[in-house]
């Protein structure tokens, strides 16, 4: 039995290894000239593989049907069974207080290389360089097609693409336009995982500035979704964790967008105990401060709330704490995403509800399966993307 996997991320990889072990004859076909080339480059270079937090809750996946399906695969297939998994290939791990998990190493590029090892160990065949535009389904066979008239013939397929994240890298979704003309329903593929361009009316003094914040993205007086994060002024408008799990909101809604940032929410408890118990009552509110934000982010609300900062700590204490830190939001108006190339990863692809996420196969073809970003689905920064990719192919190639 033949299998082709259509590309060599993380994804493509891992479906690789488990067909593998069912003695399947496997090809990875990859447009890349090395296995795992985007997966070299994540994380900062150090491979953020997983994250402990994994719940399915925190993915998003446009029209979703078949929710409890997307429960089960995530809830069997959590972070400690993958830590598991990682560690039998021999690959040990570690992971931040906040629950962020990266390789021993602390490579990617490591990661990448021993995996391909792994591959070769295991008689897996990899055509190199090799782009994939077109692919035709018969009742025995798949034929996918190349240039200068490459066909490549299997008894299963999995397409294991990816998005449009990392252009620079090779990434492509070329072959999302011959699905469509198979009859699969495909999401616009927009940037996710991204920078966020604002006005900058109200911000453009705070350029270099950093600092955690409670990010809220709405449309008019309708809360879209709120993200806890770190956050960073920057020239186009603002980068970060905490904003870019927001990004993929963006061309969800037509109208006018805009983000609402709270430093001080986070700490409301906090700071309402430390006013009431303050040893000098006389201290400025703006001094006050100092122990829980930036400089220049004071100095940006002052011109805004001077009568306020310049308020005695006793005298602060007459102000309600939910109106002390409403009194701090920073509302800037939205405009846009930074492109793929500045993605971590792109939203949108193939709909989720025309595979099994149990087994990874098409509920359309059943010698075709899906795996990794190519499908409509989204998590946080910190692993969570990746996580998908590495069990999705997993799936797909355990069920193949």
């Not at 998003?60 to 990682?86: G, H, I, R, W």
């Not at 970060?240 to 909101?249: F, I, K, Q, R, T």
């Not at 982010?297 to 830190?325: D, R, T, V």
């Not at 995403?337 to 149990?358: M, P, Y």
Request: aromatic share 10%; net charge positive; proline share 4%.
């Amino acid at each position: 039995m033949k299998l082709g996997i259509l590309g060599g991320g993380p994804a493509g990889m891992f479906a690789a290894i488990e067909a593998s072990k069912k003695g399947m004859q496997v090809s990875i076909i990859d447009n890349n000239l090395m296995l795992g080339r985007k997966l070299s480059v994540t994380g900062g270079g150090r491979g953020n593989l997983t994250n402990l937090g994994i719940r399915p809750e925190v993915y998003y996946s446009q029209d979703l049907k078949q929710k409890e399906n997307l429960e089960k695969t995530l809830t069997e297939y959590d972070a400690n069974f993958l830590l598991k998994y990682f560690y039998q290939l021999g690959i040990p791990t570690y992971h931040t207080d906040d629950g962020w998990v990266y390789p021993i190493s602390n490579s990617a590029k490591n990661l990448s290389f021993y995996l391909s090892k792994i591959l070769q160990e295991n008689k897996i065949t990899h055509f190199p360089d090799t782009f994939i535009d077109d692919l035709r389904i018969f009742p025995q066979h798949i034929s996918l097609y190349g240039l200068n008239n490459q066909e490549f013939k299997f008894n299963r397929v999995i397409i294991a693409t990816g998005g449009n994240a990392y252009p620079q890298v090779g990434a492509s979704t070329k072959i999302l336009q011959a699905l469509e003309k198979l009859g699969y329903q495909i999401k616009p593929i927009y940037p996710a995982l991204a920078p966020l361009k604002t006005t900058k009316k109200r911000t453009f003094n705070l350029k270099g500035l950093r600092f955690n914040a409670l990010c809220t993205l709405q449309s008019g007086n309708s809360i879209i979704k709120s993200e806890h994060g770190n956050i960073i002024f920057t020239e186009w408008g603002l980068n970060g964790p905490g904003v870019m799990n927001l990004s993929h909101y963006f061309y969800l809604y037509p109208n006018k967008l805009t983000i609402t940032i709270n430093p001080l929410i986070i700490f409301k408890n906090e700071i309402q105990d430390s006013i009431q118990n303050h040893h000098n009552q006389n201290l400025k509110f703006r001094v006050f401060l100092l122990s829980y934000i930036p400089e220049g982010l004071i100095a940006q609300y002052q011109k805004n709330q001077n009568i306020l900062l310049n308020k005695s700590l006793k005298e602060i204490q007459q102000i309600p704490i939910e109106n002390l830190i409403q009194a701090f939001d920073l509302i800037e108006d939205v405009i846009g995403t930074r492109d793929f190339k500045f993605a971590q990863l792109s939203t949108g692809g193939i709909l989720l509800d025309q595979v099994n996420l149990l087994t990874m196969k098409s509920n359309l073809h059943n010698n075709l399966s899906f795996a990794g970003e190519i499908l409509d689905i989204v998590g946080p920064c910190g692993g969570y993307n990746l996580h998908w990719a590495f069990i999705s192919g997993l799936i797909a190639g355990k069920h193949i």
